[in-house]
């Protein structure tokens, strides 16, 4: 039996860590983030995990494709912050499509059960929470925040919906990302950022329901409170088709920004484009 040369062996070997290396690295993924229009957002994990984020469909004049759009497996997670319709938007009918699970407020949640049967899927694809309560999709955590703003749903003329929420998505390595919601402005976000450390934020600017550009970009600075991780925020709740006088811009935040001395990249999202989010 020939002995094998070892200088062979060794080439062997080194060719093969460069294959695994680079395997590795074409499966390695970076958190993908695409814009809707209003709140609603696709997050895309390292892992290929995909978590819909206030999916309003009917009735948005950003979003560009119907409530079919997204197919069976397409979807893993839905979050919805509120019971207006411009919050919880299809939750219902995409999870009875995909199969995907809404995360949402008790109370939301129940109701959502009931919307997702009728359409064809199944009441277990609805998971209650509340604030702090978290939801383990593979590898990465969604923890339920409290926001302060209202959550009548508006499909059953205003039933109580719970409270409304924001969430804390960590994702597979390590990047927090922060959904405010539709909140007012409130200390509670200094302790998120006390507490999480988010390095992306995500917060509403719209005005007249809940903060306006300059009191966004002061929730902004709370965030920051003993946050070394925050470098971007993104302005959302804003309209590009029909958007009504009083609602602010992604501009007036990002101006807002500057005012304040913060030193933070303002991301304003493009309706369809996709972002890769990072630490």
Excluded: C
């Excluded at 200088?7 to 093969?16: E, G, I, K, L, Q």
């Excluded at 992306?200 to 070394?228: E, F, Q, S, W």
């Amino acid at each position: 039996m020939r002995e094998e040369n070892p200088t062979t062996r060794r080439a062997v070997f080194v060719a093969a860590l460069v294959v695994a290396a680079l395997t590795w690295g074409s499966t390695a993924k970076a958190v993908e983030m695409t814009f809707y229009g209003n709140q609603f957002f696709r997050l895309v994990s390292d892992q290929g995990k995909v978590i819909l984020i206030n999916p309003w469909i009917k009735g948005n004049k950003d979003a560009p494709f119907g409530i079919d759009h997204f197919k069976k497996g397409e979807v893993d997670l839905i979050l919805a912050t509120a019971g207006h319709g411009d919050d919880v938007g299809q939750s219902a009918d995409i999870a009875a499509n995909t199969g995907a699970t809404v995360f949402a407020s008790g109370e939301l949640a129940a109701w959502l059960a009931g919307q997702i049967e009728k359409k064809g899927g199944s009441k277990k694809q609805a998971y209650g929470g509340g604030p702090g309560g978290r939801y383990k999709l593979g590898d990465v955590t969604v923890q339920m925040l409290q926001a302060v703003h209202s959550s009548g749903i508006s499909a059953e003329n205003r039933r109580y919906g719970g409270i409304a929420t924001g969430y804390l998505i960590t994702f597979e390595d390590g990047l927090k990302v922060l959904m405010a919601g539709s909140t007012g402005l409130t200390l509670d976000l200094q302790l998120f950022g006390m507490r999480y450390q988010p390095h992306v934020a995500l917060i509403p600017i719209a005005g007249r329901y809940m903060m306006h550009p300059d009191d966004a970009a002061y929730a902004a600075k709370l965030l920051m409170t003993d946050n070394p991780n925050l470098k971007t925020v993104v302005p959302q709740h804003f309209r590009v088709k029909g958007r009504p006088d009083w609602m602010g811009t992604p501009e007036q935040f990002a101006a807002e920004i500057k005012n304040l001395g913060l030193d933070l990249e303002v991301l304003s999202p493009e309706i369809g484009k996709t972002y890769t989010l990072s630490k």
